[in-house]
């Protein structure tokens, strides 16, 4: 069966690709495409949306942006590798942008596209919350139009991924950039898979990983993930607060093969305050979540490169 999935992502390398992959997903249907300038920048990590969409997808998406804001924004090193992709000449090719951009904020939009799409849709969240907060906000009802919601954030390991000053360490970035969304998200009645660090840890970007994409540069879009890769930096000695993981293409590939990943539910609790904000804890009075705690490495790369292959 179809499967409709409505993608809230923000821009970074492994949002981009993840739009590209759910391109080429049998029984996905994406029904939207929205962009929050959290982990990258609006103008090009929305004209790099519409861009991947004219060239893979083979039915129209429409895509909107956001105007939602941090608490605590992403560093602008991180944030310039939208550029890189939008740049890339395979999504320039053709000279045009025809995907349709909506005139809706993203909160808006995804409300439109929930309501107006007659069965329920899985939410795919590669950012922050904050769309699906306001949404939530400002349309309660759409809680009956989505099936589950799907994020990538978050971690009950004792250190996240955030090294900020005046933080201590211990909260995953998504959740650390708006801490108030994720509490209006838990204290909704949604269903919850969280892919959480625990997981995406087991899939680093590594020298095997690219070496075997350019082995199979042959494929148009195993170049394409070739090339959107080349601009973040791998693990190989040891990990650094730069070392890129396939976070988001997890995520992504979790909701096209659920059998690739292993979960478990937990009761948890967001901090939004203080040195811990955007930790994601364990409490029994908490809010269920599914968490995606252990991944299929090997298989879970087949999948992808498989995707990527369809395109000749
Ligand atoms: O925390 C992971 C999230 C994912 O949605 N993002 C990157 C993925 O898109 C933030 C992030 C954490 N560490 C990073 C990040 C890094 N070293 N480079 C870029 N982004
Ligand atoms: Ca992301």
Not at 167 to 177: L, P, R, S
Request: aromatic share 8%.
């Amino acid at each position: 069966m179809t499967k409709n999935v409505y993608l809230n992502h923000d821009a970074g390398v492994d949002d981009l690709v993840s739009l590209f992959l759910l391109t080429q997903m049998e029984d996905i249907q994406l029904t939207g495409v929205s962009v929050i300038p959290a982990d990258g920048y609006l103008e090009p990590g929305t004209d790099a949306s519409r861009k991947i969409i004219d060239r893979f997808c083979s039915y129209p998406v429409e895509v909107a942006k956001s105007n939602s804001r941090a608490a605590n924004p992403f560093p602008a090193e991180w944030r310039m590798h939208t550029f890189v992709v939008d740049a890339l000449p395979i999504l320039n090719e053709s000279g045009k942008m025809e995907t349709p951009l909506s005139d809706l904020f993203a909160h808006k939009h995804l409300i439109e596209t929930l309501k107006k799409t007659k069965e329920k849709t899985t939410l795919l969240f590669t950012g922050p919350l904050t769309d699906l907060a306001r949404a939530l906000d400002e349309a309660p009802e759409i809680e009956d139009k989505i099936e589950k919601l799907v994020w990538m954030g978050g971690t009950f390991q004792e250190m996240g991924n955030v090294e900020e000053p005046e933080h201590d360490g211990t909260a995953e970035w998504n959740a650390f950039w708006d801490p108030y969304a994720v509490q209006r998200v838990w204290a909704s009645g949604l269903k919850i898979d969280m892919v959480a660090l625990e997981s995406t840890k087991q899939v680093p970007l590594t020298l095997e990983v690219r070496n075997k994409w350019a082995s199979e540069r042959k494929y148009e879009g195993v170049d394409f993930l070739g090339q959107c890769y080349a601009a973040v930096p791998p693990l190989v000695h040891m990990e650094t607060n730069s070392t890129y993981y396939l976070w988001d293409v997890l995520t992504t590939a979790s909701v096209g093969r659920e059998d690739l990943v292993s979960s478990k539910v937990v009761k948890s609790t967001v901090i939004a305050e203080g040195p811990s904000q955007g930790r994601t804890t364990q409490l029994d009075e908490g809010r269920e979540v599914n968490v995606v705690y252990d991944v299929k490495a090997d298989d879970f790369f087949s999948y992808i490169i498989e995707l990527a292959k369809k395109i000749s």
